[in-house]
């Protein structure tokens, strides 16, 4: 429209043109120096956004075709499934496991019955309403299904888990099960559904409208007469990343390094292809004299070169070398590339190549440390509040349907085990700070993902096991000492002598 009445006015009034566009390149100019920042200006060094919307709708417009793009390169490209691969195995290991704890001292016995009741709970495979991942083996799928496509979703069954007894099994169902057209009110209650998911006024999600099976295998006419159905939402787990306030659907981790992934995936096509041709040393048979008289007619001439390939032209023949291209000084780029997508991922360039040639105790724990705190955030903003707790609430009404009510317990997660890189560097700083008073063993016991009420019963279990016999260990500090002499007898232990001579 604008072009149009400049050239109305250009028509009748040149001048008036001329002057017109001097006037709107001077009001350009100044708009591009009152910007303080490069970031926020548009000129050459200027920075060009593609446009912004809420959270809520950016997932609306991006969720499918970035689920999809992330789900093949999985399948397709390694450093992809690498990335996922490191992220899921770094974060929940062999599993987050349930520590119970009574609130009270005299339920410490109840603690340990409910205990081995949800370990066994956990420990089977009847928890997962297809019979096929124990309570860790789903940690790991749910957070998988979290990194590669989004987000995962968990409905409650109150079926009975044979082994345990306890009235409920876990369904896990991808984001795809969530009905991402379903938009609107709900007629029934007047709540806002926005991608599949139920609002009441205040904003909380009261429901999840579910498709009782999933869409994309269905065909193109079947799709259409699929209807979903709302779920309550205290019967739903819907687990994402909520990376912006208003976000309501789950995106693909790493959404910024897929390009830089893709385009390494062809840059290393590319030189594998430049690597076979630098293989070929192609000879080439030429004529050197007028030809006269010469009854060969040669080899028949190939559509491709191929590795030590010598073409005979004919008679009166020379000898002619192509010259391969060179293959140097790639390494170098592949590997920063490799550096920046391990950073968009949150996990280090050893963890997503395995590459350990230049790593020493320093930099391997100063990466490792790194990489710590992030699994560390994802699992405490994550997969515990959003997962784990929602399944331990479940776990405390099924208690309560069988009779064992355990209101009075609360439900500590504990990370899974770490190794350590090199026990003799680690171990003695560790045990300082806690000779110093600056980290209570308990504290020590749980980042190394063991559990401390059950190592001090194993250590009581195991003191009263040598006692009975009466051994002495070198590995026993209340009897000797770290520099292998024998301590003064405690009178406890003197009581018990005497008593087992009684």
């Not at 200006?41 to 200027?46: K, L, N, V």
């Amino acid at each position: 429209m604008s072009n149009f009445f400049e050239n109305v006015i250009g028509f009748f009034s040149p001048e008036a043109a001329l002057r017109r566009e001097i006037n709107r390149d001077a009001l350009t100019r100044l708009k591009k120096t009152n910007m303080h920042y490069d970031a926020t200006g548009s000129g050459r060094r200027g920075y060009r956004a593609n446009g912004d919307a809420s959270a809520a709708s950016i997932g609306r417009a991006n969720l499918i075709t970035a689920r999809k793009n992330s789900r093949d390169m999985y399948r397709n490209n390694a450093i992809y499934k690498s990335a996922v691969d490191a992220k899921t195995y770094h974060t929940v290991a062999d599993g987050i496991r349930p520590d119970l704890r009574a609130t009270a001292k005299n339920k410490k016995k109840k603690a340990g019955q409910i205990q081995e009741l949800v370990n066994k709970w956990a420990n089977s495979q009847s928890c997962d309403l297809f019979g096929l991942n124990n309570l860790f083996g789903l940690q790991h799928l749910g957070w998988k299904t979290t990194v590669s496509s989004g987000e995962m979703l968990i409905v409650r069954q109150r079926t009975v888990e044979p082994k345990s007894g306890i009235p409920l099994q876990l369904k896990m169902l991808e984001g795809d099960y969530l009905d991402h057209n379903r938009e609107g009110t709900n007629p029934d209650n007047g709540n806002q559904i926005i991608q599949g998911v139920e609002f009441d006024d205040d904003g909380k999600a009261v429901g999840y409208w579910l498709f009782d099976e999933n869409p994309s295998d269905a065909g193109v006419l079947r799709r259409f007469s699929f209807k979903s159905r709302r779920h309550d939402a205290k019967n739903v787990i819907h687990m994402f990343d909520c990376e912006r306030p208003g976000q309501i659907r789950g995106l693909p981790k790493g959404l910024a390094s897929f390009t830089k992934i893709k385009n390494l995936e062809e840059f290393q096509d590319a030189r594998l292809e430049q690597m076979k041709v630098s293989a070929c040393l192609v000879g080439a048979v030429t004529q050197t004299g007028n030809g006269i008289g010469n009854s060969d007619q040669g080899d028949p001439l190939p559509e491709r070169m191929e590795p030590g390939l010598l073409v005979r032209l004919g008679q009166g023949q020379g000898m002619a070398f192509n010259q391969p291209p060179g293959i140097s000084g790639q390494h170098d780029f592949v590997t920063e590339e490799l550096h920046h997508i391990a950073a968009e991922w949150g996990i280090t360039y050893q963890a997503l190549v395995g590459d350990l040639k230049q790593v020493n105790f320093t930099s391997g724990r100063m990466g490792w440390l790194d990489m710590h705190r992030r699994i560390t955030n994802d699992r405490s903003r994550i997969i515990i509040p959003m997962m784990l707790d929602r399944i331990w609430e479940w776990l405390q009404e099924s208690l309560e349907l069988i009779g064992r009510p355990v209101r009075d317990l609360e439900c500590h997660w504990i990370s899974p085990r770490r190794d350590m890189f090199d026990p003799q560097k680690e171990i003695p700083p560790l045990v300082k700070a806690i000779r110093a008073g600056l980290k209570p063993p308990q504290r020590a016991l749980l980042e190394q993902g063991d559990n401390p009420d059950l190592i001090a019963k194993q250590y009581a279990e195991w003191n009263d096991m040598i006692d009975a016999h009466k051994l002495i260990l070198d590995s026993d500090p209340r009897r000797v000492s770290g520099a292998g002499n024998t301590n003064p007898t405690t009178p406890e232990m003197e009581d018990d002598d005497e008593k087992n001579d009684d």
